[in-house]
């Protein structure tokens, strides 16, 4: 295992990520004050957050000003959670973990008749992580 290798790739994920959040952001502003321009950097961004650099890069042949903008509030989100992040990671890992392996172990040690006929939480499934409706994959 590669930690650093690990890491670095963790980090770009996260960059990616701000800069989605940083659009979601700025295009919930615009729809307040210039729904056109909200309207406009939506549908310019959809399909295209998933490489915010080359995102950004591109969006530089379109709208400059967007471009500062979305530097700007990328910058400062993650000022704000960089700090809190390392151990919200950590415990939410540990967290779910203990979770599944909570359910492994109850999966584990029941019997196949006594699962079926005595315990009608035998067929429950294992816990789900939250649904994160900021995901990049969800449709704004």
């Given at each position: 295992?590669?930690s650093?290798?690990?890491?670095?790739n963790?980090?770009?994920?996260?960059?990616?990520?701000?800069t989605?959040?940083?659009?979601?952001t700025?295009a919930?502003?615009?729809?307040?004050?210039?729904p056109s321009?909200?309207?406009w950097?939506?549908?310019y961004?959809?399909?295209?957050l998933?490489?915010?650099?080359?995102?950004?890069?591109?969006?530089?042949?379109?709208?400059?000003?967007?471009?500062?903008r979305?530097?700007?509030?990328?910058e400062?989100?993650?000022?704000?959670i960089?700090?809190?992040?390392?151990?919200?990671?950590r415990?939410?890992?540990q967290?779910?973990?203990?979770?599944?392996?909570r359910?492994?172990?109850?999966?584990?040690?029941?019997?196949?008749?006594?699962?079926?006929?005595e315990?009608?939480e035998?067929?429950?499934q294992p816990?789900?992580?939250?649904?994160?409706?900021?995901?990049?994959?969800?449709?704004?």
């Amino acid at each position: 295992m590669n930690s650093k290798h690990i890491a670095k790739n963790t980090a770009k994920v996260l960059q990616n990520y701000l800069t989605y959040q940083a659009v979601k952001t700025i295009a919930e502003q615009l729809a307040e004050t210039n729904p056109s321009e909200s309207i406009w950097l939506r549908r310019y961004s959809a399909g295209k957050l998933e490489d915010g650099e080359a995102y950004i890069q591109g969006l530089m042949l379109e709208r400059k000003d967007l471009v500062l903008r979305i530097l700007t509030v990328r910058e400062h989100l993650a000022e704000t959670i960089l700090e809190f992040l390392p151990e919200m990671v950590r415990t939410g890992v540990q967290q779910a973990n203990m979770e599944h392996r909570r359910y492994l172990l109850e999966r584990l040690t029941q019997t196949p008749d006594a699962a079926s006929t005595e315990n009608p939480e035998s067929d429950r499934q294992p816990p789900d992580s939250e649904s994160d409706e900021d995901s990049p994959l969800s449709n704004d």
